[in-house]
């Protein structure tokens, strides 16, 4: 089935993609189709709030994060430039992490070392009154984790490449899973080969 609005037909493509049956992708999808380009954001918002809960009832947790990280956009383009030139400028992990901290169009606010295989990306700076996501700006209320894992897939593939090694990727917590209140935060920790 084709979905007109982008959002659904990424996350409709990676359910197909990861093999989840089919009866199960139509329950999480219900209502999907009507969803158009110019149905109000904030009732797009809320479809893949209620399409969140509906999969985190019946997709586990780990094929929810591959599912979801698969939908990542923006992966190539000039961030996807500006991340593979990190890792061809700079000769070692401490200076592309310096470099991956200048980078805000691909990295947002901060890019810390928390240990020697652990580090945070943030994408706004502490101590905002209010934060508003910019994927969905008119959402209301807290979301799920499991929708931001598509945004840890950006980050993730940019971080690679960035610094050359395969990472893991954790949700801390976002502007969605808080309504607003705490900044968008992910860990990724370097997989040992």
Not at 71 to 89: D, E, Y
């Amino acid at each position: 089935m084709n979905y007109e609005y982008h959002r659904i037909q990424a996350l409709h493509d990676s359910l197909v993609q990861h093999d989840v049956p089919q009866d199960v992708i139509q329950a999480i999808l219900q209502g999907g189709e009507e969803i158009r380009k110019n149905t109000k954001p904030k009732v797009k918002a809320e479809w893949l709030k209620q399409a969140m809960i509906r999969m985190d009832g019946l997709v586990p947790s780990d094929r929810r994060k591959c599912i979801r990280e698969a939908c990542a956009c923006c992966l190539g383009g000039m961030r996807g430039k500006l991340s593979k030139a990190i890792f061809k400028a700079n000769p070692d992990l401490d200076s592309r992490i310096e470099a991956a901290n200048r980078t805000r169009m691909v990295f947002g606010h901060s890019v810390r070392k928390l240990s020697s295989d652990t580090f945070e990306v943030c994408f706004f700076p502490e101590g905002m009154e209010h934060y508003r996501c910019p994927c969905l700006a008119h959402a209301e209320g807290a979301f799920p984790l499991t929708y931001c894992q598509c945004c840890g897939g950006h980050v993730k593939h940019h971080l690679q490449n960035a610094l050359g090694d395969r990472l893991d990727c954790r949700v801390v917590h976002t502007v969605l899973t808080t309504a607003g209140k705490k900044p968008c935060t992910f860990e990724l920790t370097i997989i040992q080969q």
